[in-house]
């Protein structure tokens, strides 16, 4: 099902290829905090750009890197009320995802699974981290293991949009994660797309699922409270 978000033209996509712009998604359930979160890390430096089209936001970020402007996007969908698959166009070019879920609902962690899925269909190879939001609401949640990073070897990050715990932290990790991703991209899509581009044949499709995709295990517990 290509969900909410309709096919966004490849043209709008190519500036990702330059060095200096990386595009950064987030993935996760409806009202985990997502939107929150983004809104928190840019505070009142962002300029929020609605595709309501594309039920999509992107979150404009100037920074530099080692002396170099960078600009990210980070993109944010809207309005999933439950796991519903995403556009492919949603996935194309990201070079990193941030993974959130809501530490008061369970549903929400046991569905990053899905959502992990999904994107490694698209997305083998990008840096993924994975957040576990609204530890404000009850600071214990920090004593608990979630083991699902720990599982895939994704890092893990206790945040809260809220107070603003490690929101930071984590943003920052994921552009210079998705830098260098950039610049050491072992995706076989990527590398291709790029050779293609240097001789000036257009040939810009999809990196569709195609690679090694790591077959998911069943839904994990949580661990129990210390
Ligand atoms: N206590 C607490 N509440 C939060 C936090 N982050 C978000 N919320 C609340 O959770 C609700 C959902 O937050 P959103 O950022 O809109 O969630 P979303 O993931 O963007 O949801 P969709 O856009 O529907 O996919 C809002 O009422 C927020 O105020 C947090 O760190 N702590
Ligand atoms: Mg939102």
Not at 104 to 118: A, F, G, M, P, V
Not at 121 to 143: F, H, S
Not at 165 to 170: D, F, G, P
């Amino acid at each position: 099902m290509a969900g909410d978000v309709k096919r966004i033209p490849d043209s709008e996509q190519e500036k990702y290829d330059s060095d200096e712009q990386v595009k950064i998604i987030c993935l996760g359930d409806s009202a985990v905090g997502k939107s929150k979160l983004m809104e928190r890390f840019l505070m009142d430096g962002y300029r929020p750009q609605q595709l309501s089209t594309y039920a999509l936001t992107l979150y404009k970020y100037n920074t530099t890197i080692n002396g170099k402007p960078v600009l990210v996007d980070f993109w944010d969908t809207a309005g999933q009320e439950r796991f519903q698959s995403m556009h492919p166009s949603y996935y194309h070019k990201a070079h990193a995802c941030v993974m959130v879920f809501d530490v008061q609902r369970k549903i929400t962690y046991k569905n990053l699974s899905s959502w992990y899925k999904e994107l490694r269909e698209y997305r083998p190879e990008i840096p993924c981290l994975v957040v576990a939001n609204k530890i404000d609401a009850d600071m214990r949640v920090t004593q608990k293991s979630f083991n699902f990073a720990k599982k895939q070897g994704l890092p893990f990050y206790f945040v809260s949009a809220a107070d603003g715990t490690n929101v930071v932290k984590v943003f920052k990790d994921a552009i210079n994660m998705a830098l260098s991703y950039k610049k050491n991209s072992s995706d076989f899509m990527d590398v291709v797309m790029r050779e293609l581009e240097n001789f000036d044949l257009e040939a810009k499709e999809d990196s569709g699922g195609d690679d090694e995709e790591e077959e998911e295990e069943e839904e994990e517990e949580e661990g129990k409270a210390a």
